[in-house]
């Protein structure tokens, strides 16, 4: 019984954790730091979508991309095609 007991203690133990990861996203910088969690999510997805695609590609209209990038993240558990893609640029 006193088995039971403590992992029930360990089981809300480690969804407190999960609850934290999901929320600061697993990144070290987050949760060791400090860091403010949503300014360093955008520098991360500004310096990927900007310094690595929009340079290395030689992207012609890199706000239509940011655009797509923005869509994307915003509506990542839905469905979607290239027609409505293009319909919102």
Do not use: C, W
């Amino acid at each position: 019984m006193d088995e039971m007991i403590g992992l029930k203690e360990k089981q809300g133990m480690l969804l407190s954790y999960l609850d934290d990861y999901m929320l600061t996203g697993g990144f070290p910088e987050v949760v060791v730091k400090g860091v403010d969690q949503q300014g360093y999510l955008k520098t991360l997805f500004d310096g990927i979508l900007f310094k690595d695609i929009v340079k290395r590609y030689k992207v012609r209209q890199p706000q239509r991309l940011y655009d797509i990038g923005l869509y994307l993240l915003a509506n990542h558990s839905n469905e979607f095609s290239l027609t409505r893609l293009k319909n919102i640029l």
